[in-house]
């Protein structure tokens, strides 16, 4: 069984540039979560998707950030216009249905994004 | 407000020998407790964890963890630590009955010397 995949694995942009991100979950998983991870630091959650709706985009910086969910599936996250602090690592992750829920996430590998 | 503390940035063990990373918490119910371990360009994988019931823990790779609720303490140990675990370790907390609210600390890197 696929893992969940993101791409790029490395971004470099200059500050003010756009930048995007997009993630695939495991096959069956309606819930998708986007973390950002500084530099010695655990991931923070920035939004939490069940299947299409966000139920949870407290922490997302909306002036600059914004993510969808198009059809419950994939996701893309877009940084516009990039700040030197936006550098880290985007992590998206996983997980099933409540139903079948056993409190893991599924972590893709990450996206590390380093903003000059 | 819900915290998680990892005391220990770094830690540097020999191969061979025993391993105790810390993780404390702060919660107004006892929550859901996890250990998750970051290899080098790895995303984050699930080692163990805690609901309820036995208070010690067994999870993959060898680890074990202790829940002391008098402690608010949640330590991840191993008795004999192999090269191949040198990652970074996070500990992480969830409220009763949502696994979607996770609360990770700022994680252990691990060294092993040969």
């Known amino acids: 069984e696929a893992g969940v995949v993101q791409s790029p694995r490395y971004k470099i942009i200059e500050k003010k540039q756009p930048v995007a991100f997009w993630c695939n979950p495991i096959?069956?998983?309606?819930?998708l979560y986007w973390y950002r991870q500084n530099l010695g630091q655990g991931p923070e959650l920035l939004i939490r998707y069940e299947n299409e709706e966000a139920v949870d985009d407290s922490q997302l910086p909306k002036d600059r950030f914004s993510a969808e969910r198009l059809k419950g599936v994939d996701s893309t996250l877009k940084i516009q216009p990039a700040e030197l602090g936006d550098s880290a690592v985007y992590l998206c992750?996983?997980?099933?249905?409540?139903?079948?829920?056993?409190?893991?996430?599924?972590f893709g590998e990450g996206s590390r994004l380093t903003v000059l | 407000a819900q915290s998680v503390t990892q005391p220990d940035i770094h830690i540097t063990v020999s191969e061979g020998a025993s391993l105790e990373l810390r993780c404390n918490y702060s919660?107004?119910?006892?929550?859901?407790l996890f250990w998750y371990v970051q290899s080098p360009g790895q995303g984050l994988q699930l080692l163990l964890k805690?609901?309820?019931?036995?208070?010690l823990v067994q999870g993959i790779k060898g680890f074990e963890a202790e829940f002391k609720r008098s402690q608010s303490s949640f330590n991840l140990r191993k008795p004999s630590v192999h090269w191949s675990d040198a990652a970074e370790y996070f500990c992480a907390v969830a409220p009763l009955y949502n696994f979607n609210k996770f609360y990770f600390g700022s994680g252990t890197k691990l060294n092993v010397k040969p």
């Open positions: 096959s069956g998983h309606n819930t």
């Open positions: 992750a996983s997980s099933p249905q409540a139903e079948v829920n056993t409190g893991e996430l599924f």
């Open positions: 919660y107004g119910a006892t929550p859901y």
């Open positions: 805690y609901f309820s019931g036995d208070t």
